[in-house]
């Protein structure tokens, strides 16, 4: 059995949970998310509490398990709580700024560069080193942040980059002098 699988989720008390033909709709105070339940998976909705059990052990069938879990969990604390990804920027002129809602990034190279985000983040720079991405959707948060990030990766000589608020960058000794 799938660990995670197994775990039960405890609804809130302002999250309204339903499930129409296999779509899991759930809906609290920060909005509205929906996610397709996978053929193989079966759900239980008792007393606030939600389970998923599989109906066979073929191998998609229990790698969807977990997966179905933590996709629906991730769902019911965006719409209570919302995710945020801070990206801190490395870089002697490399630099962020507000342009209304979209970001525009001085990051080296012969122009700046302008990131429009999609409908349901938002997106803040407190200083010109760092931004902070927020959604309720925690796949659309980590798709941004990744693209953003790839605008200009940290490099391991110097570090010099964009990189996540928690990400370690192993370095790299420089070239060795000849004598």
């Known amino acids: 059995m799938s660990r995670i699988g197994k775990k039960p989720i405890q609804i809130p008390d302002k999250?309204?949970?339903k499930i129409e033909d296999r779509l899991l709709t759930a809906k609290g105070p920060k909005g509205e998310l929906s996610f397709r339940l996978p053929e193989g998976i079966d759900y239980s909705l008792e007393n606030n509490t939600l389970t998923f059990s599989r109906q066979n052990d073929l191998k998609h069938i229990r790698a969807l398990h977990g997966l179905t879990r933590a996709e629906v969990y991730n769902r019911i604390v965006g719409v209570t709580e919302g995710f945020?990804?801070?990206l801190l920027i490395e870089g002697v002129g490399y630099k962020v700024?507000?342009?209304g809602k979209n970001l525009l990034l001085s990051m080296g190279y012969s122009h700046p560069i302008l990131f429009i985000p999609p409908d349901n983040v938002t997106i803040e720079a407190p200083n010109p080193t760092t931004i902070k991405i927020s959604s309720?959707?925690?796949n659309t948060l980590g798709l941004v942040a990744a693209k953003i990030r790839s605008i200009r990766p940290?490099?391991?000589?110097?570090?010099?980059g964009i990189r996540y608020e928690d990400e370690y960058i192993r370095r790299?000794?420089?070239k060795a002098s000849a004598k």
Not at 154 to 160: A, R
């Open 15 to 17: 999250v309204q949970v």
């Open 84 to 86: 945020t990804r801070t």
């Open 97 to 99: 700024e507000m342009r």
């Open 136 to 138: 309720i959707d925690k």
């Open 154 to 160: 940290p490099e391991p000589y110097k570090g010099k």
């Open 172 to 174: 790299k000794a420089g």
